[in-house]
């Protein structure tokens, strides 16, 4: 392996990184200013209870909207379509949950955790440890997902590939969480929460506007050009792409909809945020802000979605090739629609969404620890609060480590199943026990314990046994398969289980009577906001408030001398700052790409290896899927560009055969009287094929035109001198064919069906193919170990590459600016950079690599090798061999279906086609 | 646990009344007298009469429509104009309940629940009971 091939960054990782570094700047500035007035427990856990209902509002969008929010789900609609736009809908109307049965009787009980209202009326330790075990469980495995996503957003964005600088990264992002979390407390990422929320949403927005600008505000024209770019066509405006496949799926989708719906409402860390504000009232305000920001960001990503397939060059194919996959949708659109500086605050906004959403994860999980499990469990409620902040921060600071070190560890991991687990496990194990302790008068500990770890339990039991985790290629542990559970959420079963559990415990525990003056208290609290924990500055935000009789006394005493809208001021400020600097960057960039370029222009950033969903997905190691007979000397095998057939060209036999692709059998043969038939070449419309035919004594070079509806050969083409394997252009209009022994290669104009040019190149020319975009082609000339590149239009040779010992074949990826060639007498495949015309990497294969090819995603080149009689496997993300598979004997060609499924090897000896079953 | 304890202690606020056990009366429980008022039993009533029927509602217009993308996808494939289909208006359709729920609470729960949950609160906390 000499080098890598084009791959990494969008963008300019320096800009990006530069602007990444001022967000950080500011963040830290503004957490270190608020520190100054986080003294007391209240302070640390709920920031004093002083921000306002719309704060908050802004913040807990900030703690919702994750990078799997923001990035997520505009990547899977960009892929999927529809069914990524269905996550957002279960994301929002989950908030009605909150608005209209938690926030506000959960603000009225409790203090600090969600151990505090469950506690309430129940023996204290059992139940709040459960409810500590809950929230732990959930904001660790969320926290996971949160770090290991963060190394592959640096990759796209920073263009940071090597493992140890990704898990540099996840470290750095510890760091900061913790600080941020250990100085700034609740107020401190309260505080960055605002900053990246409105961030975030003035991002989307613009990015919206802009897209639907670019389409004249008329979003069907937008839909249309997104149906148009994607293999699908209208089936991405409809529901079913990602779900829709069998029964499995569309049950799963059920479960995952039960999950979003019924979870975000058991989420600790957001139930956290509910005390954050001075009253039940400003609860209210909170969601009620929260359901419009979050619904009108998710209508922003419906836009964006669909723009980034619709704008995006290469669109879907393009975007799932990038190293964040999806997830490189949005700053994909932003790199082309605004260029660098977009991108660099676009991709700025997700890593600060990551830092936030991780800060505010750690300081829900160090508080249930500290409040729940230490001060009440461990201490029985002898802790003063002071020694109960200090726990929390030493807490914050392990947990911080366990993130980092769970992070580096599930780098690269897919991981993204601990996402819609902790929503699972939120829903199951949390919601139908607040629900019960808040509405269910005879609800008891018993019950409470039986329904929090029933859920718990059989929420993570059933997703070890799921396909998320084994069994699949793509699950976490591929190569084992444990998984006796189809769905991949477990909600569907666990959530009714835990509420049957609380049911059955409750009514089956008969000693164990609930409180009945107590459930009256709680009830009398929940509802009014009797005796409820006020802010710590009643002045300033809860002046409404009538005074505050019952409120307990502030441990440490001494309310905060300073008066906190000096800070709230400068911080307002720089928030104003940040976002005006947004403004310019958007608009600074805007105008550079108007000045500079033209309709059309080529602004591709360098693309990274790529991976399709839509058709395979292959496996590094296919399968044999069986031996079809065809007939003596078969030379060629080509696949029809509808994949309905694959065509032989059997040579000393001079027939053709043809085989079925849905049964695999020969279903017709047909003679060539001209000559030996050699290598073949579909028209795009799948209708024609173009036979080129020259025999060993070079008396006969010519081609035959045949009708693939009829069989029947409606033209021979007289040739110079041997017809290599030849191409058709993308148009169809013109045949490109190497002439082996005159060193060059004839256009033939496909409506006459007769020479129209000739184009001398390097000897000699043995393949020729053409880029995506039609505007090159390249030849594959052995006797010169060099590749020609060819302007399509001009005719002209622009440049000679030098590759590997004897050239044979050649092959242009589906989507990256790259070429690949087998060297024939080398042994090995170039790998060819097309942006720089340079051989970026250099593979060794097997003996006599006769022909080369990509699955239709790009993700591997399959390589015939002549002489070894193998196929190698080459992933294109490594540049790495992952398989070398035993075929017939002297094999001479591949050739795979579109769909990615299935590949055909001529084994010219064995008189037989191989067939490969590239998804395992 | 001082949310859920005796109240002790000195009082604070500038507002601040006799809290009820201080005195020499027998011992009441707020708590239990305030939940058995005829005013708290039309707080809850009101609350739990717009709160469970309202869930029901949306938790069913949202299996509705979860159900519809997963089983009847050729009904959300119905094109109403241009490129718009049948799915994504009633997508949006879940976005506009969603607000406009989140609207009817909101006018529900000032106009309705806070003056009776406020003139309650303030009779507890100010020994009223």
């Not at chain 1, 082609?777 to 060819?790: G, P, R």
Request: proline content about 6%; aromatic content about 8%.
């Amino acid at each position: 392996m000499t080098g890598e091939p084009a791959r990494g960054a969008v963008g300019d990782p320096l800009l990006n990184g530069g602007i990444f570094v001022f967000f950080v700047l500011v963040t830290l500035v503004i957490v270190f200013r608020v520190s100054r007035q986080t003294k007391t427990a209240t302070d640390y856990y709920a920031a004093g209870r002083m921000f306002s209902g719309p704060q908050n509002g802004i913040a807990i969008s900030g703690d919702y909207l994750s990078a799997a929010s923001f990035l997520g789900i505009a990547g899977a609609i960009a892929v999927y379509g529809y069914d990524g736009f269905l996550y957002s809908i279960g994301f929002l109307v989950a908030w009605l949950v909150a608005l209209l049965l938690i926030a506000e009787l959960l603000r009225n009980t409790g203090k600090f955790t969600m151990g505090d209202v469950l506690s309430f009326r129940m023996r204290r330790r059992p139940v709040r440890a459960a409810a500590a075990v809950s929230t732990l469980v959930v904001s660790l495995f969320y926290l996971l997902a949160q770090m290991a996503g963060a190394g592959g957003l640096v990759a796209l964005l920073l263009n940071v590939t090597s493992r140890q600088a990704q898990a540099l990264v996840v470290a750095v992002v510890g760091l900061l969480m913790i600080f941020y979390v250990l100085v700034g407390g609740m107020r401190g990422t309260t505080w960055v929460q605002i900053v990246k929320a409105t961030l975030l949403i003035i991002g989307a927005g613009m990015l919206t506007a802009w897209a639907l600008g670019s389409f004249g505000l008329n979003l069907s024209a937008l839909l249309g050009e997104a149906a148009s770019r994607s293999v699908h066509g209208h089936a991405v405006l409809e529901p079913g792409l990602h779900f829709g496949k069998n029964i499995t799926t569309k049950i799963d989708f059920v479960s995952l909809g039960l999950a979003l719906v019924l979870g975000t409402a058991g989420l600790p860390h957001i139930l956290m945020r509910f005390y954050t504000v001075p009253s039940a009232k400003e609860a209210r305000r909170t969601v009620v802000w929260a359901i419009w920001l979050i619904g009108i960001f998710y209508l922003f990503s419906l836009v964006i979605g669909y723009a980034a397939a619709a704008l995006v060059d290469g669109g879907p194919k393009r975007i799932i090739s990038m190293p964040g996959e999806e997830n490189s949708a949005a700053p994909l659109l932003a790199y082309q629609l605004g260029g660098e500086l977009l991108l660099g605050f676009i991709s700025a906004v997700a890593f600060a969404t990551i830092l936030a959403v991780v800060a505010g994860l750690t300081i829900t999980a160090s508080a249930s620890f500290a409040h729940d499990v230490y001060a009440n469990v461990v201490k029985h409620g002898n802790l003063d609060a002071d020694r109960e902040v200090l726990v929390a921060r030493i807490t914050a600071c392990v947990i911080g480590v366990l993130a980092v070190g769970g992070g580096i560890v599930a780098l690269g991991q897919n991981v993204a199943f601990l996402v819609a687990l902790a929503f699972a496990v939120a829903a199951s194990a949390n919601l139908p026990t607040i629900l019960y302790s808040l509405f269910w008068k005879r609800f008891n500990t018993t019950g409470v314990l039986w329904s929090m770890y029933g859920g718990l339990i059989s929420c993570v039991v059933l997703i070890v046994l799921s396909p998320a985790v084994s069994g699949t290629p793509k699950s976490m542990f591929p190569s084992v398969d444990f998984a006796v559970f189809p769905l991949h959420n477990p909600a569907l079963i666990s959530v009714p289980l835990a509420f049957l559990l609380g049911y059955l415990g409750t009514v089956l525990s008969k000693s164990d009577q609930s409180d009945e003056a107590k459930f009256a208290e709680m009830e009398l609290r929940a509802l009014t906001g009797a005796g409820a924990e006020r802010s710590l500055l009643p002045a300033e935000v809860g002046s409404s408030q009538p005074g505050p009789a019952l409120t307990p006394i502030t441990p440490g005493g001494s309310p905060p001398v300073s008066t906190p809208r000096g800070y709230r001021r400068r911080i307002l400020v720089s928030t104003g700052v940040m976002a005006g600097v947004a403004v310019l960057v958007v608009s600074v960039s805007m105008s550079r790409v108007l000045a500079s370029a033209p309709p059309g222009a080529d602004t591709r950033p360098q693309l990274g290896p790529n991976i399709v969903s839509d058709v395979g997905p292959e496996v590094a190691i296919p399968a044999l899927g069986g031996i079809i007979p065809v007939g003596k000397t078969p030379g060629f095998v080509a696949v029809s560009p509808n994949g309905r057939h694959a065509y032989i060209a059997n040579r000393n036999a001079q027939v053709l055969t043809v085989v079925d692709t849905a049964i695999n059998q020969v279903t017709a043969t047909i003679p060539i009287p001209t000559g030996p038939p050699q290598f073949l070449a579909f028209a795009p419309d799948s209708r024609t094929l173009y036979v080129t035919i020259f025999n060993d004594q070079r008396t006969i070079h010519a081609i035959d035109v045949l009708d693939t509806a009829t069989n029947a050969v409606i033209a021979t083409i007289p040739q110079p001198a041997r017809p290599y394997l030849p191409a058709v252009s993308r148009d169809g209009k013109r045949l490109f064919v190497p002439n082996h022994d005159t060193a060059s290669l004839s256009v033939v104009g496909t409506d006459t069906n007769s020479v129209i040019a000739e184009i001398h190149v390097a000897p000699n020319p043995h393949g020729v193919t053409f880029s995506r975009d039609g505007s090159r082609a390249y030849t594959a000339n052995h006797e010169s170990n060099l590749v020609s590149v060819i302007d399509t239009t001009t005719l002209e040779v622009l440049a000679t590459i030098p590759v590997g010992i004897s050239p044979h074949s050649i092959a242009v990826h589906p989507n990256l600016p790259l070429v690949a060639n087998a060297n024939y007498d080398a042994g090995t495949v170039s790998m060819i950079n097309t942006a720089t015309d340079r051989v970026v990497a250099t593979v060794p294969v097997g003996s006599h690599p006769q022909d080369i090819t990509w699955a239709p995603d790009g993700r591997f080149a399959y390589v015939v090798n002549e002489a070894s009689n193998t196929v190698t496997v080459i992933d294109a993300r490594t540049n790495q061999v992952t398989a070398t598979i035993p075929v017939g004997s002297n094999p001479t060609s591949i050739a795979v279906l579109p769909n990615g499924r299935q590949a055909y090897v001529s084994n010219l000896d064995s008189g037989t086609l191989t067939v490969l079953d590239l998804t395992g | 646990m001082s949310t859920t304890g005796p109240i002790t202690g000195p009082i604070t606020g500038p507002t601040a009344r006799p809290t009820s056990g201080t005195g020499t009366a027998p011992p009441v429980d707020p708590w239990a007298a305030a939940h058995a008022s005829v005013e708290f039993a039309t707080l809850r009533n009101r609350l739990r009469s717009f709160v469970f029927p309202m869930a029901a509602f949306f938790l069913a217009w949202y299996f509705l429509y979860v159900l519809l993308a997963a089983f009847a996808p050729h009904f959300m494939a119905i094109r109403v104009v241009g490129n718009i289909n049948v799915g994504l208006v009633f997508g949006l359709l879940q976005f506009v309940s969603t607000f406009a729920i989140a609207t009817m609470y909101v006018r529900f729960a000032n106009r309705s629940l806070d003056p009776v949950s406020s003139r309650i609160r303030e009779q507890v906390e100010g020994g009223g009971w």
